[in-house]
């Protein structure tokens, strides 16, 4: 992180917001030291809630003090309320920030969100606050790098935030973890975690992409990519898309451009709660069941049921409560929501057959899946194939993933999605069904057709 600062001169006034026991800041001034940041003097301001670490923070920052020109503060209390009125009152420009903000929802309510609010501030989250908040008290070309979750690049919750950080701030390097568990071993991560740095006030230019699988670097990747294909011009959610590659055959093919709504196709999270519904569950199929189908029952894009030695139910009673819950039996398109941390894969598609269930009139789809249907009823079987084919190729999977950050994958990240023409999914259908089983391999090898 203190790498990505460029080469500067004159007087530094450094942020750190959030700084515990002052890592971010010890390697900041470690560059100094190494003479590859040029400073007349540098003011240091650390801000850190805790006091019960300030004593080991203040030892940190010591050990700079015969090394450095360097004068340092450690502030306690609330940042967000603590910046908000030094914004109010035009007080202390920064010209570097360092960052690892908390990560915590902020109430639409609360104090914190209020006080946001008198400057200008939308958002969610304690680390876009932070983000919102450091943007504001630098000065003109003043440089943020901050470890951040993913999560702000899309979704409609961040949409006013990313209107704030892309108006205020050119985005000069975006650096993406591929690991997890690897770099974050220490925590429940289910965000992708990334590096940024941001300029504030700067003019947009292209965009340094890295990517490494940990924290080693040891296979880091670097490239420059133009600003649209980071932020899509027309776009009006203003979504931040991080390319783990060069390639984007799926966002410049002339025959990917259709939503879902063109297609008539409809795609809804499975309507089936279990813990709602308890009372109507079982184990086994009986006399006035219905097939409920779960994740686990899917394997290599086909349903497996019932599965005798699974610990979920395998039918739920059809009756007055449970059948506004349940779908015609047909052929569908199914999606897990979630996918495992380190999982290859996040969009993984199967296909429903209706003859998987005997003579079952109706089926029932639990919540972690998205299902692909025309209003409750199955789709052509070609049709329904050929969703599952193009969903599984890996190209979409990397485009997904240019915009998710997330485990999970939620029936409006499938609606936004573009797809390929409904005659063109139908034939992808009509190859898929002349084999009993499809690699990999062969799936990737029909989406060259696709993004010419």
């Not at 001034?29 to 240091?44: M, P, T």
């Not at 003090?65 to 007080?91: H, R, T, W």
């Amino acid at each position: 992180m203190a790498g990505l600062f460029p080469e500067a001169t004159g007087d530094c006034c450094l942020l750190d917001a959030g700084a515990g026991i002052g890592s971010l800041s010890s390697a900041f001034l470690e560059r100094c030291i190494k003479n590859e940041l040029f400073f007349n003097e540098i003011q240091l301001k650390a801000f850190e809630l805790d006091e019960n670490i300030h004593e080991d923070l203040h030892r940190s920052l010591c050990g700079f003090g015969n090394k450095l020109p360097i004068s340092f503060e450690i502030i306690g209390g609330d940042f967000i309320e603590l910046a908000v009125n030094k914004i109010q009152f035009g007080q202390e420009e920064y010209t570097h920030a360092i960052l690892n903000p908390p990560y915590k929802k902020i109430g639409s309510n609360s104090h914190s969100r209020l006080l946001l609010r008198q400057v200008g501030i939308e958002t969610v989250n304690l680390y876009s606050a932070f983000i919102a908040l450091s943007l504001l008290l630098m000065k003109i070309g003043g440089q943020i790098v901050a470890i951040i979750p993913r999560s702000f690049c899309n979704g409609p919750y961040y949409r006013p935030f990313r209107e704030f950080l892309l108006n205020r701030s050119a985005i000069r390097q975006i650096h993406l973890f591929g690991s997890r568990s690897k770099t974050f071993k220490d925590d429940k991560v289910l965000q992708e975690n990334i590096i940024i740095r941001l300029e504030r006030g700067g003019q947009q230019d292209s965009v340094m992409i890295s990517t490494s699988t940990d924290d080693t670097f040891t296979d880091l990747a670097c490239y420059n990519l133009t600003f649209d294909k980071i932020v899509f011009p027309n776009d009006p959610q203003r979504f931040i898309h991080i390319p783990t590659s060069r390639n984007s055959s799926i966002e410049s093919s002339s025959n990917i451009r259709n939503t879902l709504s063109d297609l008539g196709i409809k795609v809804s999270t499975g309507p089936v709660v279990d813990f709602r519904l308890k009372a109507y569950l079982r184990n086994m199929p009986e006399i006035g069941t219905v097939p409920l189908l779960y994740p686990n029952h899917f394997s290599n894009g086909n349903a497996i049921w019932p599965q005798i030695e699974c610990k979920k139910p395998n039918a739920i009673l059809h009756n007055d409560v449970t059948g506004k819950w349940l779908y015609q039996n047909g052929f569908y398109c199914v999606v897990r929501r979630f996918s495992s941390k380190e999982e290859k894969r996040r969009i993984v598609a199967s296909v429903v057959d209706p003859s998987t269930f005997n003579n079952s009139t109706m089926l029932g789809f639990e919540n972690h899946l998205n299902v692909f249907h025309d209003n409750k009823h199955g789709l052509p079987k070609a049709l329904a194939h050929g969703l599952a084919v193009y969903l599984n190729m890996t190209a979409v999977d990397e485009h997904f993933r240019r915009y998710s950050g997330h485990t999970q994958v939620n029936a409006t990240d499938l609606m936004r999605m573009k797809y390929p023409c409904r005659e063109n999914l139908i034939a992808l259908g009509e190859w898929a069904m002349q084999y009993r089983e499809l690699t990999q391999t062969m799936i990737d090898d029909k989406s060259e057709i696709l993004t010419v």
